[in-house]
Every structure is written in structure tokens, then in C-alpha cells.
């Protein structure tokens, strides 16, 4: 039993807030999931069941408490194209190209699964904050233009009083959240916000838009349904079916990966705790696996959703239990009050999550960063919103990989004297890697150097394998101008690489007599050389 009340507790919230704020996510997933699977051209329950299962696992087995995980724009746009071409395989109709998705989203799940066993949650940490502020500004973007999409009827833009109405109701639920904190913190804002501008368009009999309208205008008949039940997606068996599905699940895995990684990142931040990456890969695996088997549609960890949990004061694995369980009871039992809910209250808590999302601090860096870290936040922040998340993420690592790359590849710097023996040296400072080869080499002139040639690395570390053929390379050419050269202060995990590197290249490493380095198991092959060169 004591187990069971840490499980609930261990966090810096209480239970109250939790289940408080648990309640306010789940009003605000049912249009989110509802939208998602109208972008995907899937049934609303199909998006429901997913927000519920994707919730509900996370919350239990996930490695960040207080994150929030559902049914996803990200990933909807891809099932797009799934659907679409899951119709066309067979002659099953629309149909299948729901069964594709399951088989689809299995597959997907066991990549995440793997993922998180092979302990590549960890990677994570590799993102520079450049490409998280990106990110952030860029899905804020995103979840603000997609909250437009809630100021039309029938397409058509709202005019007139019913745009003035949809306006007025967004501003009253703002400042409703904005304004209530300052007076108390007991009760959550957004909760409040909701309860109170729905009770206002109810009593007061004012016509707009709910989440009954939206859903019926998009096709849908409400968001009553039973449970999820238990399926084998119905698909032919074979090695057609494997390649048409294996793309579209590496794809979705790495962008529900991304996206639930870099989530847990922002939550770590905004909540000074650590969460576990691996973890998580794992439970969005269990998750999205479930969905394949029970009819869901999939997802990944919800930023806004996340957002609106922590700042409602919601911390602990409570908060996304109660929210995924809430919305399996508005499904169950409580559509028709859900279904009242005017849908400009749900789109003012979203403006909130976007005023809160968006790195306001990266409009006041421009000229106290490096200009590559600018280009990253730009670039990263543009291709979220018009490209994919993950291509943008990804886009932004490998600019800031190469940009690092070029910083360090103009560090390498060699000091030079001659010893009062007649002994040149070369002190090299900086990392010598790929990119820096070209300038170490220019530091060198063989012909014109005494027969003895020290080069010590005490200030430098020799990285990879091209630093290796380089130092092979270097020796080689006093060796054939018949001049000794020797290396000093080799690190140990130089002298490992070199090891290593030997059954690749050609290692000519002379020891200095007079110098204890640490290549002892190079002797033989140094006298070997120092033989060689004397025949």
C-alpha cells in the first residue's frame, strides 16, 4: 500500500493537483484527437482510443511523470499518406487503409521499444539548446495556426457577430488563466476557464461553435463509443505488405520518438527534474503497439497537452492517469456535457499553451549568440512549421555538428623551437580530427627541419582514425627524407585508437628513447620501422 501512495506522490505537486489538472487535459485532448484523426481521414473514436491508450500507458510506464501523450498532429500528416495508399492496395476500400495503419503502428512500436533497450534515449542530450528553442517556437507556431482552423464554418471564416462572439469568449478564457493565478493557486486556471465560459454559452443560450458542431461538420456523429476492443489488423501476410509498411513505420517512430524526447526535455526544464529517455522509448513502444492492437490511431508525447498539465499543477504520474481515464469516460458516459463545451474556450486555453510554448528569450539573443546559433533557431523554427519535425530536427543537429566541426577544425595551433641539441619541437594545441588535417599539416616543414623531430600532443587529442592516417602519413614523410620523428604525450585513448587503427593503416610511431611513452606494445613495430629505414 505504501508502494502504491509513492507511486502516486512521488512528485512536486499533490494529488489534487493532479487529478485537477488531469481533468483540464482531458477536455482539452477530445478536439485535439478529434482534429488529428480528421487530418489522418480516420473515424474521431479512432483518435479518442488513441489519446486514451497513448495517455494511459505513458502516464503508468513512462519516464517522465507529468508528460502528457497522445494523438498527434506530427504523426496524422504521415498516416495521411499511409491511408491513402493502404486504400489503394486492395480492393477492401477505406477499410484498409485502417488495417494498414494498425499493422503499421505495431511495427512503429517495436522500433520505439528497441530503441529504448538499445539505450538511445540518450541522445537526446546531443541536441543543442539552438535547435530546442527552434523547436519549440516552431511547434508553438504550429499549434497556433492550427487553432485558426477553429475560426471557420463550412471553410468559410466567421464574420460578424460570430466572429465577434468566438473572439469575445477566447479573450474571456485568457484572461481568465492569466488573471486567476495572481489571486489564488489552489484551483487550476484553465479548468476554471473552461467550466466558467461553458457555463456562460449554456445558460446564456449563445450560439457558437461546441464540440458537438465541430465534430459534426467534419463528418463525424459525436464521440460516444465503448471500450476498445481487441483486433489483428486484417492485412495480407507477406513480403509486399512488410516493404509497403516497414518505410512509413520507421518514419513515424523516429518522428513520435523526436518529438516525445524533446517534450521530456522541455518538462525536465520546466519542472527542474530529470526524466528517463530510454524509459519513455520504451512505454510510447508498449503504447503505440496497444494501438495497432485496440483500434487507436497512435501518437506521441503532446507538447501544448504537457504544458497545460504542468502549469495547472499537475507533476506526477496521477495527472496523465486521470486524464486518459477522464477521456475514456467522456466516451463512455459524459458525451453528450462534453460535447457542449463551446470550442473557443478549449482554442483560449491553446493560445495560452502558445504564449507559455515559445521561447520569447530567443528574439532578445540575436546579437549575444553566435551567428550559427541564429541560423539554427531560424532554420529549425521554419521547417518545423512548413516541413516535419523530425527533418527539422535533425536539419539543425547536423548544421550545428558541422558548424562545431569548423569552429574546432581552426583551433589546431603548433608552438615550434629547437632544443639546444638541435632537436626541433612542435607543441600542438586543439583536437586533431578530419576537419583539422589539412591545417595540422600545414604546420609541418619537413625538408627544412633537422634530422630529429619531436611532436608532442600534451595540449592536443588525437580523435579519429583520419587523425591516424594523418600522423601515418606525416611520419612517412620524414622517414623518406631520412629524419626521425617521435611522438610524446600520447593520451591512453590515443594510443587505444591507434591500436585499433593499425589493422587499417600503416602506424609509424617512433618512441623517443628518452621519453617513457605510453605505446610499449608498439616496440617491435618501432624497431621493425627504425630497421627498415636503416637497410
Same mark, same amino acid.
Given at each position: 500500500?505504501?508502494?502504491?501512495?509513492?507511486?502516486?506522490?512521488?512528485?512536486?505537486?499533490?494529488?489534487?493537483?493532479?487529478?485537477?489538472?488531469?481533468?483540464?487535459?482531458?477536455?482539452?485532448?477530445?478536439?485535439?484527437?478529434?482534429?488529428?484523426?480528421?487530418?489522418?481521414?480516420?473515424?474521431?473514436?479512432?483518435?479518442?482510443?488513441?489519446?486514451?491508450?497513448?495517455?494511459?500507458?505513458?502516464?503508468?510506464? $513512462?519516464?517522465?511523470?507529468?508528460?502528457?501523450?497522445?494523438?498527434?498532429?506530427?504523426?496524422?500528416?504521415?498516416?495521411?499518406?499511409?491511408?491513402?495508399?493502404?486504400?489503394?492496395?486492395?480492393?477492401?476500400?477505406?477499410?484498409?487503409?485502417?488495417?494498414?495503419?494498425?499493422?503499421?503502428?505495431?511495427?512503429?512500436?517495436?522500433?520505439?521499444?528497441?530503441?529504448?533497450?538499445?539505450?538511445?534515449?540518450?541522445?537526446?542530450?546531443?541536441?543543442?539548446?539552438?535547435?530546442?528553442?527552434?523547436?519549440?517556437?516552431?511547434?508553438?507556431?504550429?499549434?497556433?495556426?492550427?487553432?485558426?482552423?477553429?475560426?471557420?464554418?463550412?471553410?468559410?471564416?466567421?464574420?460578424?457577430?460570430?466572429?465577434?462572439?468566438?473572439?469575445?469568449?477566447?479573450?474571456?478564457?485568457?484572461?481568465?488563466?492569466?488573471?486567476?493565478?495572481?489571486?489564488?493557486?489552489?484551483?487550476?486556471?484553465?479548468?476554471?476557464?473552461?467550466?466558467?465560459?461553458?457555463?456562460?454559452?449554456?445558460?446564456?443560450?449563445?450560439?457558437?461553435?461546441?464540440?458537438?458542431?465541430?465534430?459534426?461538420?467534419? $463528418?463525424?456523429?459525436?464521440?460516444?463509443?465503448?471500450?476498445?476492443?481487441?483486433?489483428?489488423?486484417?492485412?495480407?501476410?507477406?513480403?509486399?505488405?512488410?516493404?509497403?509498411?516497414?518505410?512509413?513505420?520507421?518514419?513515424?517512430?523516429?518522428?513520435?520518438?523526436?518529438?516525445?524526447?524533446?517534450?521530456?526535455?522541455?518538462?525536465?526544464?520546466?519542472?527542474?527534474?530529470?526524466?528517463?529517455?530510454?524509459?519513455?522509448?520504451?512505454?510510447?513502444?508498449?503504447?503505440?503497439?496497444?494501438? $495497432?492492437?485496440?483500434?487507436?490511431?497512435?501518437?506521441?508525447?503532446?507538447?501544448?497537452?504537457?504544458?497545460?498539465?504542468?502549469?495547472?499543477?499537475?507533476?506526477?504520474?496521477?495527472?496523465?492517469?486521470?486524464?486518459?481515464?477522464?477521456?475514456?469516460?467522456?466516451?463512455?458516459?459524459?458525451?453528450?456535457?462534453?460535447?457542449?463545451?463551446?470550442?473557443?474556450?478549449?482554442?483560449?486555453?491553446?493560445?495560452?499553451?502558445?504564449?507559455?510554448?515559445?521561447?520569447?528569450?530567443?528574439?532578445?539573443?540575436?546579437?549575444?549568440?553566435?551567428?550559427?546559433?541564429?541560423?539554427?533557431?531560424?532554420?529549425?523554427?521554419?521547417?518545423?512549421?512548413?516541413?516535419?519535425?523530425?527533418?527539422?530536427?535533425?536539419?539543425?543537429?547536423?548544421?550545428?555538428?558541422?558548424?562545431?566541426?569548423?569552429?574546432?577544425?581552426?583551433?589546431?595551433?603548433?608552438?615550434?623551437?629547437?632544443?639546444?641539441?638541435?632537436?626541433?619541437?612542435?607543441?600542438?594545441?586543439?583536437?586533431?580530427?578530419?576537419?583539422?588535417?589539412?591545417?595540422?599539416?600545414?604546420?609541418?616543414?619537413?625538408?627544412?627541419?633537422?634530422?630529429?623531430?619531436?611532436?608532442?600532443?600534451?595540449?592536443?587529442?588525437?580523435?579519429?582514425?583520419?587523425?591516424?592516417?594523418?600522423?601515418?602519413?606525416?611520419?612517412?614523410?620524414?622517414?623518406?627524407?631520412?629524419?626521425?620523428?617521435?611522438?610524446?604525450?600520447?593520451?591512453?585513448?590515443?594510443?587505444?585508437?591507434?591500436?585499433?587503427?593499425?589493422?587499417?593503416?600503416?602506424?609509424?610511431?617512433?618512441?623517443?628513447?628518452?621519453?617513457?611513452?605510453?605505446?610499449?606494445?608498439?616496440?617491435?613495430?618501432?624497431?621493425?620501422?627504425?630497421?627498415?629505414?636503416?637497410?
Amino acid at each position: 500500500m505504501k508502494s502504491i501512495t509513492e507511486f502516486f506522490e512521488r512528485s512536486q505537486g499533490t494529488i489534487k493537483d493532479d487529478i485537477l489538472s488531469g481533468i483540464t487535459v482531458a477536455l482539452a485532448l477530445v478536439p485535439e484527437a478529434v482534429a488529428f484523426a480528421f487530418v489522418a481521414g480516420i473515424p474521431p473514436v479512432v483518435g479518442l482510443y488513441g489519446a486514451f491508450i497513448m495517455g494511459i500507458i505513458t502516464s503508468v510506464f $513512462g519516464g517522465r511523470p507529468g508528460m502528457i501523450s497522445g494523438a498527434t498532429g506530427a504523426m496524422a500528416v504521415v498516416m495521411v499518406h499511409l491511408i491513402s495508399e493502404g486504400n489503394a492496395l486492395t480492393s477492401g476500400g477505406e477499410f484498409m487503409g485502417l488495417q494498414y495503419l494498425f499493422a503499421t503502428l505495431i511495427l512503429t512500436g517495436i522500433f520505439q521499444a528497441l530503441a529504448g533497450f538499445l539505450k538511445m534515449g540518450k541522445f537526446v542530450r546531443m541536441i543543442p539548446s539552438s535547435v530546442m528553442m527552434g523547436f519549440v517556437n516552431g511547434l508553438a507556431i504550429v499549434i497556433f495556426l492550427s487553432q485558426l482552423g477553429m475560426f471557420k464554418t463550412k471553410g468559410e471564416w466567421l464574420t460578424g457577430s460570430s466572429l465577434y462572439i468566438m473572439l469575445g469568449l477566447v479573450s474571456l478564457t485568457m484572461s481568465i488563466m492569466f488573471f486567476l493565478p495572481k489571486l489564488t493557486k489552489n484551483i487550476p486556471g484553465a479548468l476554471t476557464a473552461i467550466v466558467l465560459v461553458s457555463s456562460i454559452v449554456i445558460l446564456g443560450d449563445i450560439d457558437t461553435s461546441t464540440v458537438k458542431s465541430f465534430i459534426t461538420e467534419g $463528418g463525424g456523429e459525436g464521440i460516444k463509443a465503448g471500450l476498445p476492443s481487441f483486433n489483428i489488423p486484417l492485412i495480407p501476410i507477406g513480403l509486399e505488405t512488410l516493404k509497403f509498411i516497414i518505410p512509413y513505420a520507421l518514419i513515424l517512430a523516429a518522428i513520435g520518438l523526436i518529438e516525445s524526447l524533446m517534450t521530456l526535455n522541455l518538462v525536465d526544464e520546466l519542472t527542474e527534474t530529470h526524466g528517463s529517455g530510454n524509459k519513455e522509448c520504451i512505454a510510447q513502444g508498449g503504447a503505440n503497439i496497444l494501438n $495497432g492492437f485496440f483500434g487507436g490511431m497512435g501518437g506521441c508525447a503532446m507538447i501544448g497537452q504537457s504544458i497545460i498539465n504542468i502549469k495547472s499543477g499537475g507533476r506526477g504520474r496521477l495527472s496523465g492517469i486521470v486524464a486518459s481515464l477522464s477521456l475514456l469516460c467522456f466516451i463512455l458516459f459524459a458525451s453528450e456535457y462534453i460535447e457542449m463545451i463551446p470550442i473557443a474556450a478549449l482554442v483560449g486555453v491553446m493560445f495560452m499553451v502558445v504564449i507559455g510554448t515559445f521561447a520569447w528569450n530567443s528574439l532578445k539573443i540575436w546579437n549575444k549568440v553566435p551567428l550559427t546559433d541564429v541560423f539554427v533557431i531560424i532554420i529549425v523554427t521554419t521547417m518545423t512549421v512548413f516541413f516535419d519535425l523530425a527533418i527539422a530536427v535533425i536539419t539543425g543537429v547536423v548544421i550545428s555538428a558541422l558548424a562545431f566541426s569548423w569552429q574546432n577544425a581552426l583551433k589546431i595551433r603548433a608552438r615550434k623551437h629547437i632544443d639546444q641539441h638541435g632537436i626541433k619541437h612542435y607543441e600542438i594545441f586543439g583536437p586533431l580530427f578530419f576537419g583539422s588535417i589539412n591545417l595540422f599539416n600545414s604546420k609541418f616543414d619537413v625538408k627544412d627541419d633537422p634530422n630529429e623531430v619531436v611532436v608532442d600532443f600534451a595540449e592536443s587529442k588525437v580523435v579519429d582514425q583520419s587523425a591516424i592516417e594523418a600522423l601515418n602519413k606525416l611520419a612517412e614523410r620524414y622517414l623518406s627524407n631520412g629524419k626521425s620523428i617521435h611522438l610524446r604525450h600520447l593520451s591512453p585513448d590515443c594510443v587505444k585508437l591507434i591500436k585499433k587503427a593499425e589493422k587499417i593503416c600503416d602506424v609509424n610511431v617512433l618512441e623517443d628513447p628518452n621519453y617513457f611513452v605510453s605505446i610499449d606494445n608498439y616496440r617491435r613495430a618501432m624497431l621493425k620501422i627504425s630497421a627498415e629505414r636503416n637497410i
